[in-house]
């Protein structure tokens, strides 16, 4: 069975950063399209960002383009989400996700972590 | 960016009562389209991909349908543990899109 086990959450303030990591195993990770998708309290489910099996293509929402950073260390099948400038709006439960494909074509959101919580507040 | 509009935003059934859900695109993508479950404290769950394919161990009584613009989630007779929130997401381009959700609720 797959597993996905987010860490790195916490309480940041306005303008600062955080690194969020998922821990991946029990699949081929270097194989596999992978993404961060969040929840902000209350309201529905958001992507946030992807990157291809190479680490090299990445793609990211419009609202932290600029922002994030999306990486990965396929030798130690580990996910990142570097986010830098964070906004209050960015408070959300981050869930790391396994696309669904074969690069290039990046498929469904397949497996899901339970996910990990931002809070950014003064 | 592709807007997915999801009706209603509330779903009121019995037990063993049929579910359905809609979600609409603002433009065509296709039948490139994902159905979600997601329950409190739970991480979501994919239920379909491809607008109308049940992902793995994803029990029959969940179906879709529909290509285009218009789509369909079925719960042909709901059990207690489908009582949650229902997500459809296109990814037929970037960037990717969810409607903001359906909660089916006990009657």
């Known amino acids: 069975e797959v597993q996905l086990l987010e860490s790195g959450g916490g309480l940041v303030q306005p303008g600062g950063s955080l690194r969020l990591s998922c821990a991946a195993s029990?699949?081929?990770?270097?194989?596999?399209?992978m993404s961060w998708v969040r929840q902000a309290p209350g309201r529905g489910l958001e992507w946030v960002s992807t990157?291809?099996?190479?680490?090299?293509?990445?793609y990211y929402a419009d609202s932290v383009k600029g922002r994030f950073t999306i990486s990965r260390d396929n030798s130690k099948n580990t996910l990142f989400l570097q986010m830098d400038s964070l906004r209050v709006e960015d408070t959300a439960l981050y869930f790391c996700?396994?696309?669904?494909?074969?690069?290039?074509?990046?498929?469904?959101?397949?497996?899901w972590g339970q996910g990990t919580l931002l809070t950014v507040s003064s | 960016e592709i807007v997915m509009t999801q009706s209603p935003a509330t779903l009121s059934v019995s037990p063993g009562e049929r579910a359905t859900l809609s979600c609409r695109a603002s433009?065509?993508?296709?039948?490139?389209l994902a159905w979600y479950q997601h329950k409190p404290g739970q991480a979501p769950r994919l239920l379909i991909y491809?607008?109308?394919t049940r992902f793995t161990g994803v029990p029959a009584r969940f179906s879709g349908s529909g290509s285009g613009t218009e789509f369909t989630l079925t719960i042909s007779s709901l059990q207690s543990e489908d009582f949650a929130v229902y997500y459809c997401?296109?990814?037929?381009?970037?960037?990717?899109?969810f409607g903001q959700g359906t909660k089916v609720a006990i009657k």
């Open positions: 997401q296109q990814y037929s381009e970037w960037p990717r899109t």
């Open positions: 029990r699949f081929d990770f270097t194989n596999a399209a």
């Open positions: 433009r065509s993508v296709s039948t490139i």
């Open positions: 990157v291809a099996p190479n680490g090299v293509v990445t």
């Open positions: 996700v396994l696309n669904g494909g074969d690069f290039p074509n990046i498929y469904a959101f397949d497996q």
């Open positions: 491809g607008a109308s």
